[in-house]
């Protein structure tokens, strides 16, 4: 059974940083891609930033700049870090592993940035 695991998410003031991780385990073939998706509330989910398995990686126009998704080829792990943090990137955040059978979600971590 896949899995995957957030962590990092929490509140911060605005223009503060955050570095979000999520951690794939399990048994899964032909990787895709792994990406970050986001829903703020009463919004639809929106795509953050997505990274490939060749390297390549897309940002949402909203976080370029601001956001850097890597990733840790051995072991399926992705980063985002995100600085210059603004109010509406207050959401729940989400992981998502593509494979060419399917898809894989992790259970989401919460960003906040108030102050």
């Known amino acids: 059974q896949v899995q995957l695991v957030e962590s990092g998410g929490g509140l911060v003031q605005p223009g503060g940083s955050l570095r979000l991780s999520c951690a794939a385990s399990g048994r899964f073939f032909n990787f895709v891609a792994m990406a970050w998706h986001r829903r703020a509330p009463a919004k639809e989910r929106e795509l953050v930033a997505t990274i490939s398995g060749g390297g390549p990686t897309s940002y949402a126009d909203s976080v370029k700049g601001r956001f850097t998704n890597s990733r840790d080829n051995a072991n399926y792990a992705v980063y985002l870090q995100m600085n210059s943090l603004k109010p509406e990137d207050t959401a729940v955040y989400y992981c998502?592993?593509?494979?060419?059978?399917?898809?894989?979600w992790g259970q989401g971590t919460q960003v906040t940035v108030s102050s």
């Open positions: 998502q592993l593509i494979t060419l059978g399917g898809q894989y």
